[in-house]
C-alpha cells in the first residue's frame, strides 16, 4: 500500500495518452473479461459481499425460526426491529441466554454463535481440534474459540461485514472529495473558473460565519451537552446551520449581483489550488496521523472509516483530474457549452460520467489499502472499542497466547484473502483500461 | 530544473504548517491534562497548597499560562483573558459556564469567591469539632470547581450551607459562602444567553503557545517528554538507530535478492519458472506484514509447537546487559533481528522484483537490443551489458520511494516485536498521549516524505532525460 504512487503516476500518463475512443466502455469490459484471475477475483468479491451483508443470517446466536410454547418467532428478522427502536424481547429472552430455552423446534443459524456471545464452558482459546464441551457436533466452534469463550468463526463473520463497510464507506467519503475537487481542477483548470466578485466576498463571510454558529457557538452541545444525548444528533444539526448558511450567502449573492460595481468577475486558478492541496496530503504522513487522531477520539469504528476516508481522496481526484483534462476540450462538451447549458449540469451529467472507469481503479486499490489499515488499527488495540471483534483484533489476540494458532492463521488469511482480490481487481481494470501497460 | 526544485521546497513550508497545526490541534483537544501526567511521575503529597505550587510552576515551564494561539473566533461572551487560569479542569468548567450564562463578570465574581473559600478552608486549623465540617466543605468546593449543572452546584451550596451553623472554627467562613450563593444566584439571573451568540475575534500576538512551540522546534530544541521528563531529541535518536538499522539492512537485502530475480524473470519471460515467480512476487506483494509477522512469531519463537521449532528470540534487541563483550552482544542483537528484518525486506523485495522486470522487458522490447542480437553477440552480454544497465537506474530512484514508507511501515514490525524503534515510540507516545514526543515524530515524518518524494521525482528526470520539470 506504500508503493502506489508510482503506479499511478503511470496510470496517469496512460489516461493522458489515451486518444477517445467511442466505445470505449465496452472495450474496457471485453478486456476486464479476458483476464480470468479478475474475474475470478470478482466472483469472490460477491462471495465476501453476500458474507459481509447477510452476516446477521449466518452467524448468530439466536435461531433463525424457533417455535417456544406454542408461538412461532423469528428471533433474526425481529432483532432489526428491536434494534431500530420498533419493538422489545420479551423478559425471558432478555434474562435466559438464546441457547438454554426449551424450543420445540429450532432452525439454528449455519454458525449459532454471534460475534459477542460467551461460551463459558468453552474459554481460554479452545482449539478446533480438541474437545470442546459443546451439546452435539452442531454447536462445535469451527475455528476455535478466544480467552472469553468467544467463537472465532462468528468473530471472523461479523469481521467480514466491518471489514468491507469500512472499504465502502471509507471510499465513498473519499469518492466524494475526490471526485468533486479533481473535476473542479480538470474541468476549469486556471483560468475558466469565474464568479462574481460579491460572490466570492460572501462565501469567505458565509465560511467563517457557518463555521462560528455551527461549531463555535454550539460549542457546549455539541462538547458537554452530547454526554448523554449522543454526539450524531447536534453533530448533524451544526452541519445542517453551516449548509444553511453557505445556502444563504450564495442566494444573497445572486441578488446582489445584479448591483452594479458588484458584479465584476475575479478568476480563481482552481487546478493550481487542488493540485496543491494534493500535494500538502500527500507529504503529510498518513498512518501517523491516523493513529494520532484515531488515539484522541472516542473507540469506534465509523471514526475510523471517516478519517480513512478523508486521508485518501487525493488519488481519486488526481485521476479525475487527468480525465477531465481530456475531456473538456471534445466535440459533445464544447456543444453543451453552446445550448447554453449550466456548467454544474455540463460538468455532472456530461463530463464525470465519462471519466469515471479510471476512478474504478484507485477505488478498487484504495478499498484493499483502508482495509488493511483497519485492521492495523484494530490489531494495535487503537480506535476500536474493546468489545468490536474485527479481523485485526482477533489477530492480536494471537500475540497475547502462542498456542492459539487459530488465532493467528483465521483472521490473517481473511485479510490477506480480501486484500489480494481488491488488488487483483484494480490490476485488471488497468490492464483492460489500458493494454498497453500490462508487463 | 532549478526552478522546479524552488518550487517544490515552497511548497514544504505550508505542508510542514499544516501538520504543525494538525498536531498542535490534536494536542489541545486531546482529553487529559500535560501538567497533571507529568507530575504524577513526581507525585508527593505534601499538601495541597504545595501541589498547586507545582501545578502553576510546571504549567509555567511549558507555556501553559500563555494564550494558545495567535487569535481565536470566539464568542462576545467569552473573555479574552481566560487562558490566564491554568489548571485545565477548572478553565474548562467555566467555558461551560460561560456557554450556559454568557455573563462572564458574574461568572468571574463567583469563581474568585469559590478560589477564596478554597484557599480560606485549607488555611483554618481545625480542631475535632471542626474537622469533619472542613472536609466536607473542601470537597464540596472541589465539586464546585468541576462542575457546571444547575443541579449539582445548587446541591453542593445546600452541602455547604447545612455543614455551617454548628461547626465552631468553620463558621468564620460564612461571609464567604454567602457571597458564594449571591455570586451563584447572581450568573442565574443576569444570564446574557444571546452573548453566545455574537461572532468576535480576538487577537493575543506573538506571545502564544503555539509560537512558543514552532519557533522552539526550528531552533532544535524539541522540548521535554511528558512520560519521563528526557529531552526529546535524545529519545528520538535513540529510537531512530534501530529504525535505521534495520531499514538500511531490509533495503540492501531487497535490493540485493530483487534485482538478479527481477532480470531472470524478464530474460526467461513466459516460461514456467516466470509464471511461478511473478505469482509468488504478487503474493508476497499481497502479504500484510503484520499478519507474517505475527505468525513468525508464533511459531519460530517458541517451543509450543515442536522443540525444533524454537530458533528465535521472542521480542526486543537483546537480552544481554550492555557489559557484554562486542562480538557477543553484536551476534545476540543479530539474532534479534533476523525476524523483523526479514518482514520489513519481503514486501520491498517483491515490489522492486517487480519494477525491475517491468523495466527489463521495456528495455528488452527496444530495436537496439534486437540488433545487438542480429549481431550475434551472446545472450550474456546482451542481457547484462546492454539491457541490464538501462533497466537499472529507474530501479535505483525506487529507493527515494520506499525510504519514507520504510519508516512509517516500520510502525507493524517493532510493535510486534517490541523493538525501541521510531515506530514503536510513535505508537507509544501516541497512547500515552506524550505530545511534545508525537509532534516531532509526526514533522520529521513530514519533512522526510518530502524529501523523499522530491528526491524521487528528481532521480526520475535525471534517469529519464525524457521526463522534464523546467518546461510549463
Known sequence: MFFRKKKEQQIETA??????????????KRQFWKNRVAVWSLRVFYVILFIAIFADFLSNERPLVCKLDGKLLFPVLKQYTVSAGLSSWDEKFVTTPWHEHHYEFAVWPPIPYSSTTIDKKNRNFTSPFNKQEVKSWRWHHLLGTDELGRDVAAGMIHGTRIAISVGVIAMTIASVIGILLGSLAGYFGDDNLQMSRIRLILNLLGLVLGFFYAFVARAYALGAGAEESGFMVPFL???GIFTAIMVAANLLASVLKQVPGLSSRVNIAADILVMRLIEVFNSIPGLLLILSIVALTKPSIINVMIIIGFISWTSIARFIRAELLRIRNLE????AQAMGFSEARIIFRHAIPNALTPVLITIAFGIASAILTEAFLSFLGIGVAAEEVTWGSLLNLARTKFQAWWLAIFPGTAIFITVTIFNLIGEGLTDALDPRLKQ | MF??????LIIFLPTLLAVSLVAFALSKLAPGDPVELLLKGQASESGQKASVQAYEEVARRLGLDLPVFYGALSTAAYPDTLYKIVKKSERQNLDKLISQYGNWPQISGYYLALKQLEANTQNIVADSASYLAKNTVSRQVKELLLNHKDGKITYALAEIQKIMPDSGVITQLKPLTNQLNAGYNKIKAEATPHKNYIPDIKWYGFKNQYHRWITNFFKGNFGYSYLDSRPVGSKIWDALRWTLIINFISIILAYLIAIPIGVSTAVKKDTPYDRIVTTLLFILYSLPSFWIGTLLIVFFTTPEYSPFLDWFPTGGVTDLPESTPFFTRALDIMHHLVL???CVTYGSFAFISRQMRGGMLTVVRQDYIRTAKAKGLEEKTIVWKHAFR???FPV???????FPAAIAGAVTIEVIYSIPGMGKLAVDSIIARDWPVVFTIL????ILTMIGNLAADLLYALADPRVSYSKK
Open chain 1, 15 to 28: 489516461i493522458q495518452q489515451r486518444a477517445a475512443d467511442q466505445s470505449y466502455w465496452a472495450n474496457v
Open chain 1, 237 to 239: 444539526i451544526s452541519l
Open chain 1, 332 to 335: 459533445y462538451i464544447e456543444a
Open chain 2, 3 to 8: 526552478k522546479y526544485i524552488l518550487q517544490r
Open chain 2, 340 to 342: 523483523p528484518v526479514f
Open chain 2, 390 to 392: 538501462n533497466s537499472l
Open chain 2, 396 to 402: 535505483i530512484t525506487l529507493f527515494a520511494y520506499i
Open chain 2, 443 to 446: 514533522m520529521f515524518a513530514a
